[in-house]
């Protein structure tokens, strides 16, 4: 099993910088791909970025594609974010989840997930 520790998460103005960090807690997160969604109040969780195992596909949303960038350190276990010209429509709780199969972009196919860490963006 998996167990998915988010951090970075805060407040920021708009247009500013955050970094979430995700920690994985065992080597089995070498084998799996990992994505982050995020789910703003009265909102469906919703995909925001994926990367597969050996860190050489990423995936972006739309919404934060040439903002987001996703990447991995196998090494130490941990996957990050790094959310740039962040906008007050990036305000939501943002989670890092595990797949080991599946289309990425679908919450289904992904089998452990954080906590997760808040992101409030002002404007």
């Known amino acids: 099993q998996v167990q998915l520790v988010e951090s970075g998460g805060g407040l920021v103005q708009a247009g500013g910088s955050l970094r979430l960090s995700c920690a994985a807690s065992t080597l089995a997160f070498s084998s799996s791909a990992m994505g982050w969604f995020r789910q703003a109040p009265g909102k469906a969780r919703e995909f925001v970025a994926a990367i597969e195992w050996s860190g050489r596909s990423t995936y972006y949303a739309d919404s934060v594609k040439g903002r987001f960038t996703i990447s991995r350190d196998n090494a130490k276990n941990t996957v990050s974010l790094q959310m740039n010209s962040l906008k007050p429509d990036d305000t939501a709780i943002y989670y890092c989840?595990?797949?080991?199969?599946?289309?990425?972009?679908?919450?289904?196919?992904?089998?452990?997930w954080g906590q997760g860490t808040q992101v409030t963006v002002s404007s």
């Open positions: 989840a595990a797949s080991y199969s599946g289309n990425l972009y679908y919450i289904p196919s992904y089998r452990y």
